[in-house]
C-alpha cells in the first residue's frame, strides 16, 4: 500500500537554523498532511496541502507538494528548542485511507 | 479544546488474552480511526470507521480485530487473541471531514 517516506530518518541542526524534511510517495492523492509527535504523545496536525496546491505557509512552517516528482517538503524556519520532535507525512490516498510515513525526528541544539 | 480521550493509557496482558481499547472522540466527529506505532517507529493504519461501519482496513487489521460504536460516543477497538507482535502504542483519531485527525495521547499494550 501507498505510504509516504520521509528524508532524513533524523535531522540535527542548532536552534535559529531553519529544518527542511522531504517526504515521497507512490501514487495519486488527494492531499498530504503533516503532523508532529512529541516523544510518547499523540500525533498533532500540523499543515494540509491539496493535490491541487503547489505552496501553504503558516506561522513558521512551509510546506510544498510537486505531484509530478509525488514528493513534499515541510521547512520550519527559525527553528526553537520546543521543535524537537518526530514530524510525519500523511498521504489521503484516493482509497480513503490516510496513511503515514516512518518519520523524521528532528533535534533542536541549543 | 475538544480532545480525543483514551483509556486505560497502559495495557499489561498475557499472550491469547482479550483486550479492548477505549476511545471517546470528538463529539461532533464522523470518521474514526485506530493506528498503531511499535517502539516510536512508523505509525501503522488499522482502520477506519464511518457511518457506523467500517470504510477500509489494512492487512493487519485480520479476523483477531475488530471495532465497535457501541452507544454513540465511545469507539473501541478489540483484540481477540492476543499476540506478542501485537505490543504497541494504539492511537485513536477522529476528524469531521476525513481530512484533518486529531489523536488521543494513546494507549500503550505490553502483550507477555
Known amino acids: 500500500s501507498q505510504q509516504g517516506e520521509e528524508d532524513p530518518q533524523a535531522l540535527s541542526i542548532q536552534e535559529g537554523e531553519n529544518a527542511t524534511m522531504n517526504c515521497s510517495y507512490k501514487?495519486?492523492?488527494?492531499?498530504l498532511q503533516w503532523y508532529r509527535q512529541n516523544s510518547g504523545r499523540g500525533l498533532v496536525h500540523l499543515i494540509l496541502?491539496?493535490?491541487?496546491?503547489r505552496e501553504k505557509h503558516s506561522g513558521r512552517l512551509r510546506v510544498t507538494l510537486d505531484t509530478s516528482k509525488k514528493s513534499s517538503s515541510l521547512l520550519i524556519t527559525a527553528s526553537r528548542a520546543a521543535d524537537t520532535a518526530s514530524y510525519f507525512c500523511?498521504?489521503?490516498?484516493?482509497?480513503?485511507?490516510?496513511?503515514f510515513g516512518k518519520g523524521t525526528r528532528l533535534h533542536i541544539l541549543p | 479544546e475538544p480532545e480525543v480521550t483514551q483509556t486505560p493509557s497502559h495495557q499489561v496482558t498475557q499472550m491469547g488474552q482479550e483486550v479492548i481499547l477505549r476511545c471517546v472522540p470528538i463529539?461532533?466527529?464522523?470518521?474514526f480511526y485506530w493506528y498503531r506505532q511499535i517502539l516510536g517507529q512508523k505509525v501503522e493504519f488499522l482502520v477506519s470507521?464511518?457511518?457506523?461501519?467500517?470504510?477500509?482496513k489494512s492487512e493487519i487489521f485480520d479476523d483477531q480485530f475488530s471495532v465497535e460504536r457501541p452507544d454513540g460516543s465511545n469507539f473501541t477497538l478489540k483484540i481477540r487473541s492476543t499476540k506478542l507482535e501485537d505490543s504497541a502504542m494504539y492511537f485513536c483519531?477522529?476528524?469531521?471531514?476525513?481530512?484533518?485527525?486529531?489523536f488521543g495521547s494513546g494507549t500503550q499494550l505490553s502483550v507477555l
Open positions: 483519531a477522529s476528524s469531521q471531514t476525513d481530512e484533518k485527525l486529531f
Open positions: 501514487t495519486s492523492i488527494n492531499n
Open positions: 496541502i491539496r493535490s491541487n496546491e
Open positions: 500523511a498521504t489521503h490516498n484516493r482509497d480513503d485511507k490516510i496513511i
Open positions: 463529539s461532533n466527529h464522523l470518521y
Open positions: 470507521f464511518y457511518n457506523n461501519e467500517i470504510s477500509e
